[in-house]
């Protein structure tokens, strides 16, 4: 354990909390907080158990308990308001955060009055009309369940295709998501979808070697989580290699991973890998509502259990917009916004930091501390 002090944990994660951040890997559903299953009518006690759930340490949450959020915003998103209402409120969220660009992904669902068209349609609307438009710029990742049957998947690509032409600057992108140790990976499909979007594909969430294979040899954009890939880690060492010389960009979701049990502890996350060999990634949440957790978090996380100076965090972000699926012009722009963030801003924010902190008295300290101890889970380091 690496022993820190209370206001280098403070000042990183306020210089986290300023940086202009990129959201690769964000979930809809599992990305409600409290105040936005409020609007959506969700009941009192239910709120009170998420409330009570994500103030919890992550090491200290069982996955069962997560599974019980979800089902929560489930039962209050079926039909296009609360769809909208929960698209919107997320993308605010996020942009309170200073995420600069999110890549927002959901999986279509129909319900008594609600087609699936209807659900793309009521993401799209959201994502159109929130408050921060020249705040942050947000793109679409529409997913395919693993355990749907290939015929049902097929007809699901032709829905997303045929949106996609609608919003082509919406819909960047396609995803396979839902429980690992069920259904398949069809390549037939994703084949398809690859003339047309950018493919995110959860990859390595369970030990599956031979799916493992398929998915790396098939080539997608990026994947999700990549856990069981390092050999220390479960992995083959055949697909290690295989890793190795594709090179794909991984989304990483630390806290999400030790929720779900996956990875022991902070310490031990195979991200260490991707940091030590100058593997492409990104840090991002995956569902923020359930696993109470934020983007600044994440990163104060990583900076905190990998000990990497603040500035290769940005030039991490930098990286991430190139594995993004924004066009060639937007990623130019948002690089460009880093590179002002980092010239203008950096320096100033870290003097600031630090001359507050020098004129706070340790009683301050303290109160401080408390309000952001929450926060970072200081506890848990
Ligand atoms: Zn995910």
Redesign the pocket.
């Known amino acids: 354990m690496k022993v820190v002090s209370r206001r280098q944990i403070m000042a990183e994660s306020e210089y986290f909390k300023q940086l202009p951040k990129v959201e690769l890997?964000a979930?809809l559903n599992g990305s409600l907080t409290e105040k936005t299953l409020e609007k959506l009518g969700c009941s009192e006690s239910a709120i009170a158990e998420y409330e009570k759930l994500t103030r919890t340490a992550p090491t200290s949450r069982s996955l069962q308990e997560c599974f019980g959020l979800f089902s929560q915003a489930y039962n209050v998103i079926k039909s296009p308001e609360s769809v909208y209402v929960a698209a919107r409120n997320v993308i605010e969220d996020f942009a309170k955060d200073n995420v600069i660009y999110l890549e927002l992904r959901t999986t279509p669902r129909a319900n008594v009055g609600m087609t699936k068209e209807d659900y793309i349609e009521a993401v799209v609307k959201a994502i159109g009309d929130h408050e921060y438009k020249n705040k942050i710029l947000v793109k679409l990742i529409l997913s395919l369940d693993r355990r749907h049957s290939k015929e049902e998947s097929e007809k699901a690509l032709e829905l997303i295709l045929r949106m996609r032409e609608k919003y082509p600057s919406v819909i960047k992108g396609i995803d396979l998501?839902g429980n690992p140790e069920e259904g398949d990976f069809h390549e037939t499909i994703f084949e398809k979808a690859k003339q047309f979007l950018g493919i995110t594909i959860?990859c390595a969430e369970v030990k599956n070697d031979s799916e493992v294979e398929r998915i790396l040899m098939f080539g997608p954009n990026r994947i999700?989580h990549g856990t069981y890939l390092h050999p220390e880690h479960g992995g083959s060492q055949k697909n290690w290699e295989l890793y190795l010389e594709k090179k794909i960009p991984l989304e990483c979701c630390l806290t999400s991973n030790i929720i779900c049990g996956t990875t022991k502890s902070y310490q031990d996350h195979h991200v260490r890998h991707w940091l030590d060999l100058k593997l492409p990634f990104s840090i991002c949440t995956?569902d923020k509502g359930v696993f109470g957790t934020t983007l600044t978090k994440e990163y104060t996380l990583v900076q905190r259990h990998f000990d990497k100076i603040p500035e290769n965090l940005w030039k991490m972000t930098y990286d991430s917009i190139s594995h993004s699926f924004a066009s060639e012009r937007e990623k130019q722009d948002l690089q460009d916004q880093l590179i002002r963030w980092f010239n203008v801003c950096h320096p100033k924010i870290v003097s600031t930091i630090q001359n507050a902190y020098n004129n706070y008295t340790p009683a301050d300290l303290d109160i401080l501390l408390e309000e952001h101890q929450r926060d970072v889970y200081i506890n848990d380091i």
């Open positions: 890997h979930h998501c959860h999700g995956d």
